[in-house]
């Protein structure tokens, strides 16, 4: 994995967001690491992201995974057009479709792992999967179509 995440590169004007803008003092701040051929982002929840004693809250779950697909899209595209991450013009998607599966209880007392990669990637298109583990269990799958925008 690479050291710097992909949302280090953004610039200011898209560093705002709820779920990976590290210019939000109430957010995420979502950091997605990207290998080349994945992406990885751990996030260890805390008590306000109950759903029920004991269980993450789905919604967070839901955002996590799209900020997550959404870096991953970006960190993919630049890639695939050879450049640096964060040079211009900037590569931003924004979510089309978000496809969840909660296959367990997400339990809260434990940091989470988010594993993604791309299945299709296309000029102004990307398809990601994602799962969400906590330790070796599989709570989470996920599918994102990201768009493209200018």
Request: hydrophobic share 35%; glycine share 6%; with cysteine.
């Amino acid at each position: 994995m690479t050291q710097r995440a992909i949302q280090d590169h953004f610039k200011k004007e898209h560093d705002i967001c709820y779920g990976c803008g590290k210019n939000n003092p109430d957010g995420l701040h979502i950091k997605t690491l990207w290998d080349g051929h994945r992406g990885e982002f751990r996030f260890k929840p805390e008590s306000c992201h109950t759903a029920f004693p004991g269980v993450v809250y789905g919604g967070l779950l839901a955002c996590l995974v799209d900020c997550h697909c959404i870096g991953t899209a970006i960190a993919a595209s630049y890639d695939m057009e050879k450049r640096e991450p964060g040079s211009d013009p900037a590569i931003m998607f924004a979510t089309a479709n978000l496809n969840i599966n909660y296959l367990k209880p997400t339990p809260m007392d434990r940091e989470l792992l988010l594993k993604s990669h791309v299945t299709e990637l296309k000029p102004k298109k990307a398809v990601i999967a994602c799962s969400i583990f906590a330790d070796s269990l599989e709570c989470v799958t996920a599918s994102v179509v990201a768009v493209r925008i200018p």
